[in-house]
């Protein structure tokens, strides 16, 4: 390794040159750098010129071997200078200081070395920004894929994928060839592992410290949700990201011991494909859970009073997994909330009957029933009200009305079932004395259902059938005008309106508190 001052004192580098050997050269630069030996920087395969510096050792050295082999490989545009591919040549070069000297941890980063620290600090860039810092960073990305073992293939397979692509497209190409499936699959575990957070044995999201000991870890915007005396609150989740970035969210709920709803609303989940939306669950007395697949769930909600849902932290993870020039950015324009309180949040599950026998004319018999059967109300958190839901269920409409015709009568007959998720409510009203019960309910829209009804009609004149579509306009549910009381802790909701259950019409409910 030739010293450049002793070939040529105070003048321009002299390189060996005419053979095929690499030239290393120690040089009074201020950092190590590999450029190509000779021809143009057009991304034709080129031999390289690796010149160090004294404080160089044999990591850095490693790092400019491999910038020397990737010289070699035909690529659609220069990789040196301000070539698109410039981030990946840093990134492998780095990856190839972890492979050829595992134990040193330079790549890692510090105050002095770029390195993991520089990527995971600023995880809403994208994987090619380049910035004399994020790109040596990147080399996780290439880690991640390489695995536990850090097999070279996926990185010998992208530069070769690269003489006739991009670099993203390159990746892509390779690793849909290799089998990982491409950005869509890959990248949604990559963003996980960066998290890197969770120091239990086992824990999911650590394989970088297991491997390699990377302390490290990616930057997330820390919550601790508080109610501050009121019964409901609310966190607007608020990120723009472009393509192959992430943002980190981590929620603590263990601060406030009030809080016992706990809700997530993204109204725009699964518009956007690339969009990926990830949650990783701690529960009280229970280990970190693997994280949960949010990115088409528009809204998801835990009951801290069932042990099995009293969540202690959150961490939602957002990525944009696109990688194409054209793929928009995701963004929340505040259609992703989290939304917590402190009304009691448990489901209510029952049933509902309306009777109604008021005769359509004069002398008619007349009979609808409306019964709401195997009925379950979740509480809505996206409202500062004690609001419950109907999520399941079905309503059961029939009705019977014979009535005069000519010197004979008419029968008509309907029936029909419909879903009664969405169509019914009820909420607890603060009262002097503590809370009231009342329910209703909630048209169906943009119109009504209609129930087929079958009529015939017989008399001394003939008999005929026919049919006709009556509107489902009917209040099924509903408690009066009047709320009724409720007393905090119970059970049960049962009741009738009006009480005199031989009125021609009324409602009864019987609801049971899910435990």
């Given amino acids: 390794m030739p010293d450049i001052k002793a070939l040529n004192p105070g003048g321009p580098p002299i390189y060996h040159g005419g053979d095929s050997r690499l030239d290393i050269l120690l040089t009074t630069a201020g950092r190590a750098v ?4 000779a021809g143009f920087c057009d991304g034709s395969a080129l031999g390289g010129v690796i010149e160090l510096t004294p404080r160089s050792d044999k990591v850095e050295l490693a790092h400019e ?3 020397a082999i990737i010289l070699a490989y035909p690529a659609l545009t220069c990789q040196q200078g301000l070539s698109e591919l410039r981030w990946m040549s840093e990134a492998t070069a780095t990856w190839a200081q972890q492979f050829t000297y595992p134990q040193s941890n330079v790549e890692h980063g510090n105050r002095t070395h770029r390195g993991a620290k520089n990527y995971l600090d600023s995880p809403e860039v994208p994987l090619n920004f380049r910035d004399d810092g994020h790109e040596y960073g990147a080399y996780l990305w290439f880690f991640h894929l390489a695995g536990q073992g850090n097999d070279p293939t996926v990185v010998k397979a992208t530069w070769e994928a690269a003489a006739g692509n991009n670099g993203l497209n390159a990746i892509e190409s390779a690793i849909q060839r290799l089998g990982f499936g491409g950005f869509d699959a890959q990248w949604p575990r990559f963003v ?3 998290w890197n957070r969770v120091a239990a044995d086992n824990g999911p999201y650590r394989k970088y410290f297991a491997w390699d000991r990377l302390r490290h870890q990616v930057a997330q915007a820390d919550f601790e949700p508080s109610l501050q005396g009121s019964s409901w609150a609310n966190i607007p989740i608020a990120y723009v990201l472009p393509g192959l970035t992430a943002t980190y969210r981590h929620f603590d ?7 016992r709803g706990i809700g997530f609303q993204n109204l725009a989940a699964g518009n956007v494909p690339t969009a990926s939306v990830q949650a990783i669950i701690k529960i009280k007395n229970q280990p970190w859970r693997l994280a ?3 990115s088409g769930v528009h ?11 009293d969540v202690e932290e959150i961490a939602l993870v957002i990525a944009n997994r696109g990688f194409h020039a054209g793929d928009p950015e995701i963004k929340d324009d505040g259609q992703f909330n989290l939304f917590y309180s402190a009304l009691p949040c448990s489901d209510w599950t029952g049933s509902t009957m309306y009777r109604d026998e008021r005769p359509s004319v004069p002398g008619a018999v007349t009979l609808t029933t409306i019964e709401g059967r195997d009925l379950r109300f979740h509480v809505d958190l996206t409202t500062n009200r004690a ?7 079905t309503i059961i409409v029939q009705m019977s009305d014979t009535s005069p015709f000519e010197d004979g009568s008419c029968t008509l007959t309907a029936a029909g079932i419909f879903d009664a998720k969405d169509h019914a409510e009820f909420v607890l009203l603060p009262q002097a004395n503590g809370l009231a019960f009342a329910g209703t309910s909630l048209p169906f829209l943009p119109r009504p259902p209609t129930v087929l009804a079958i009529v015939s009609c017989s008399s001394s004149s003939g008999s005929f059938t026919y049919t006709v579509d009556s509107f489902f306009l009917t209040v099924w549910f509903h408690t009066g005008a009047t709320p009724w009381p409720f007393v905090p802790g119970s059970t049960t909701i049962t009741g009738t309106y009006p009480s005199d259950t031989a009125a021609p019409v009324h409602w009864t409910w ?3 508190k899910v435990q």
């Fill in 292 to 294: 949960e697949d949010w």
């Fill in 65 to 67: 071997l491999m910038h």
């Fill in 34 to 37: 590999t450029t190509p030996a």
């Fill in 299 to 309: 809204e998801k909600s835990f009951c801290r009073d069932k042990p099995e849902e």
């Fill in 510 to 512: 019987n609801f049971a």
């Fill in 253 to 259: 709920f263990t601060k406030d011991p009030n809080i």
């Fill in 192 to 194: 996980l592992n960066n």
């Fill in 387 to 393: 609001v419950w839901r109907a999520t399941e269920g």
